[in-house]
């Protein structure tokens, strides 16, 4: 099973766009999703899309960590 563009571009559109809670939620669905008995390509599409989900989550993550963290940076006279 393969994705084509459009379904490809909808993911990245959501993952860019979604909240936190909504990124948890489809995490769930797609953790789901891989634990139900399905053929090796459907697994393994299921696996990338929830490998995407985690890497935008940690992300997130990192982005928010460096904006608590902010260190001032000097003026340039």
């Not at 563009?5 to 909808?10: L, S, Y």
């Not at 993952?15 to 390509?41: G, Q």
Request: charged share 30%; glycine share 0%.
């Amino acid at each position: 099973m393969r994705l084509n563009r459009e379904c490809w571009n909808t993911l990245d559109t959501f993952l860019d766009t979604a909240s936190d809670a909504e990124l948890a939620d489809a995490k769930a669905v797609v953790f789901e999703l891989m634990a139900s008995p399905s053929d090796r390509e459907t697994r393994a599409l299921a696996k990338t899309v929830y490998r995407l989900i985690i890497d935008e989550s940690r992300i997130r993550q990192v982005f928010a960590q460096r904006q608590r963290v902010a260190r001032p940076l000097p003026a340039l006279a």
